[in-house]
């Protein structure tokens, strides 16, 4: 399957546990993007990596959320100390930019979620 | 801010064609997004306006009118399994700013 991997589709934490959300791009893809949706909702931004480089955290929570997409490996979303309000679908999606200057719109491709369920 | 204007449901029948407006007020505008997402699944890829016009894929079509800061998608030949919630999406342009600002999304039902 050459899509996008998430893992685990399900997790379920308590209060004031870690939660750690894994993706792995398409092949090929050096662009990772995660996205939080609450039900009814559309999915709204949290950050935008590359390789090794976090390039824009700008929707990301300056608390207990971090982001990173090593040389190796997925990326990951790291949630700490989760809070109910955390219960959510996380969706990581990537991308293969053009590279051409100016021009940074690429599809992008989501992968199947990751539900975050908070007790 | 940045803000997606969708009608939040519709609802047509199986051969019908229905058409999902948006509007959009960004910070800046690159290029306009839509996407399928089926209850319990992963949003999926549509279609992509960067320029005014139609662009047309089998039974689905996107049209982009920039200066009104408008889009919309029409759906053709509308058959069950087109029952989902269908998502436009900006991406700003510019620098770093690859992500999309999603809409609320519009929730089709499709009845038989």
């Known amino acids: 399957n050459a899509g996008v991997m998430q893992n685990p589709r399900h997790l379920v934490r308590r209060r004031g546990q870690e939660a750690r959300l894994r993706c792995s791009p398409m092949k090929g893809h050096s662009h990772v993007y995660w996205y939080r949706q609450l039900p009814e909702e559309g999915l709204k931004f949290m950050v935008y990596l590359q390789k090794e480089n976090i390039i824009d955290e700008s929707g990301m929570p300056k608390e207990r959320f971090s982001a990173e997409f090593p040389k190796e490996g997925p990326s990951i979303l790291r949630i700490q100390q989760v809070v109910r309000g955390d219960s959510a679908a996380y969706f990581c999606?990537?991308?293969?930019?053009?590279?051409?200057?100016?021009?940074?719109?690429?599809?992008?491709?989501f992968g199947p979620g990751t539900r975050l369920l908070v007790l | 801010g940045q803000s997606l204007e969708q009608p939040s449901e519709v609802t047509a029948v199986e051969g019908a064609i229905v058409q999902i407006n948006c509007t959009y007020q960004?910070?800046?505008?690159?290029?306009l997004s839509w996407y399928q997402q089926h209850d319990g699944g992963a949003p999926t890829f549509l279609s992509y306006?960067?320029?005014?016009g139609l662009e047309e894929t089998g039974r689905f079509s996107s049209f982009l009118s920039r200066s009104d800061s408008y889009g919309y998608l029409l759906l053709q030949e509308l058959q069950m399994k087109d029952s989902a919630s269908y998502f436009c999406a900006v991406t700003l342009d510019g620098g770093s700013q690859g992500n999309l600002i999603f809409g609320k999304g519009t929730k089709l039902s499709v009845k038989p």
């Open positions: 960004t910070s800046g505008f690159y290029g």
């Open positions: 306006n960067a320029l005014d």
């Open positions: 999606a990537s991308s293969q930019l053009s590279g051409l200057a100016g021009r940074n719109q690429e599809t992008q491709y």
